[in-house]
Nanobody, 123 residues
């Protein structure tokens, strides 16, 4: 599967963005999907993940209550709705796919990565 992330941009603190990750190639609906982010000078960190059915979802504590992950298997797309954005959310956001039957939180549990989309939150 190939992944293409989009939807990043510049937004003021308190604003919202929706990221999309479009998958192509083999069957997408069987994969768990996740979002990670990497801020300048920092390691990549987990943001959110969702199983293929959408029945199990995981969030990083730092985004709980503000971010929502969802997927539309008919469109081969996973989304990350980000509300109440903060300057510390500034990062390159990556989507990834996993063959795990649960919603993985570790990057080494994902086998395919998209190219990333930049989110910048100004104060």
């Amino acid at each position: 599967v190939q992944l293409q992330a989009s939807g990043g941009g510049l937004v003021q603190a308190g604003g919202s963005l929706r990221l999309s990750c479009a998958a192509s190639g083999r069957t997408f609906s069987a994969d768990a999907m996740g979002w990670f982010r990497q801020a300048p000078g920092k390691e990549r960190e987990f943001v959110a993940a969702i199983t293929w059915s959408g029945n199990s979802i995981s969030y990083a504590d730092s985004v709980k209550g503000r971010f929502t992950i969802s997927r539309d298997n008919a469109k081969n797309t996973v989304y990350l709705r980000m509300n109440s954005l903060k300057p510390e959310d500034t990062a390159v956001y990556y989507c990834a796919s996993s063959m795990k039957p649960y919603a993985p939180v570790r990057s080494d549990e994902y086998n395919t990565w998209g190219q990333g989309t930049l989110v910048t939150v100004s104060s």
